[in-house]
């Protein structure tokens, strides 16, 4: 028996997910009104959306900096198809949440950053990450290269 479906449900996945009031109400439909079932049925279709995108150019982006304290300095150079794109807030929070899993995990290389367990949440990688936000504005997102310099060394 399906789970009576009303707006608030919607727009409280929506909030938590980010995705559009469609793809939240889709969701809803195919997890029979479970919550936790709506959110990993977006979050699929977010990494089945950003497989679909990652043949596509890029040629957009912008260069993230971070230093923690004083001592430890990352940039990181991200990557997008648009820069319209490259302006939104979840696009710029990206690059700032790359810099501080850099920061703290100083992964040897782009490959192995996106194979290190995201500091945020445990139950995803970055690439994870990355892959979410692809799914949700739509384009395609790349690591092209970070640096991270500690003080002394």
Not at 50 to 64: M, P, Q, Y
Not at 70 to 78: A, Q, R, S, Y
Not at 83 to 94: E, G
């Amino acid at each position: 028996m399906e789970k009576f479906m009303n707006i608030e449900d919607i727009k409280k996945l929506r909030q938590d997910s980010g995705a559009g009031i469609a793809d939240c109400k889709e969701a809803l439909k195919e997890s029979n009104g479970d919550m936790e079932k709506a959110k990993q049925w977006l979050k699929k279709k977010g990494f089945d959306k950003a497989k679909s995108k990652a043949g596509r150019e890029v040629k957009a982006g912008l260069v993230e900096t971070y230093s923690h304290g004083g001592k430890v300095g990352v940039m990181v150079e991200l990557l997008c198809e648009t820069d319209f794109v490259a302006r939104t807030p979840d696009f710029k929070n990206l690059a700032h949440e790359l810099c501080l899993q850099i920061a703290s995990m100083a992964p040897k290389n782009v490959a192995d950053l996106l194979k290190q367990v995201y500091i945020r949440d445990e139950k995803m990688t970055v690439e994870d990450l990355v892959k979410s936000v692809i799914g949700k504005l739509g384009e395609n997102i790349i690591v092209k290269r970070f640096e991270r310099i500690v003080l002394g060394e």
